[in-house]
């Protein structure tokens, strides 16, 4: 039976679309930089008070950039390059292993019937977009 990636990417897609996965990552890089950017702008023109106000304006800037940047985790999946995918479908492989499926549709009905089994992929979908990604996962109740 050959294992393919896009099933697997196509069960973890359903699984957190079914618990309304959605995940912050987080660019504390480009805030930082637009803080600094918009501090040295107001240091050039205004001088010692310039950069003062510069740091306080590009510090609320880059605060406004970077929050509530959530993206539906399914998108986040489909996105990966393919390393990264193939990364996800050999922790999948390892927990579904024991099951005798021939397509997506067939895994996919296979897992949403277990629930122990969903629960393990959420967790390891979790640990991955959190560890990973860098990013928070919150649901979408």
């Known amino acids: ?5 896009q099933d697997i990417m196509k069960l973890l897609c359903s699984i957190s679309e079914k618990r309304k996965m959605k995940a912050a990552v987080k660019h504390s890089g480009k805030g930082a930089l637009v803080t600094g ?3 040295f702008v107001g240091g050039l023109v205004g001088g010692p008070p310039g950069l003062a106000v510069g740091g306080a304006v590009g510090g609320l800037l880059g605060a406004w950039m970077t929050s509530g940047q959530f993206k539906p985790v399914p998108q986040i999946l489909m996105e990966l390059p393919p390393a990264e995918q193939q990364k ?9 292993r024991n099951l005798d499926w021939m397509d997506a549709v067939q895994l996919t009905t296979l897992v949403m019937g277990s629930q122990a089994l969903q629960q393990q992929l959420v967790a390891m979908l979790v640990n991955y977009v959190t560890k990973e990604l860098q990013a928070e996962i919150c649901y979408d109740d």
């Not at 996800?88 to 579904?96: G, P, T």
């Open 1 to 5: 039976m050959p294992v393919m990636v």
């Open 88 to 96: 996800l479908f050999n922790e999948v492989a390892a927990i579904v």
């Open 37 to 39: 950017a918009v501090a």
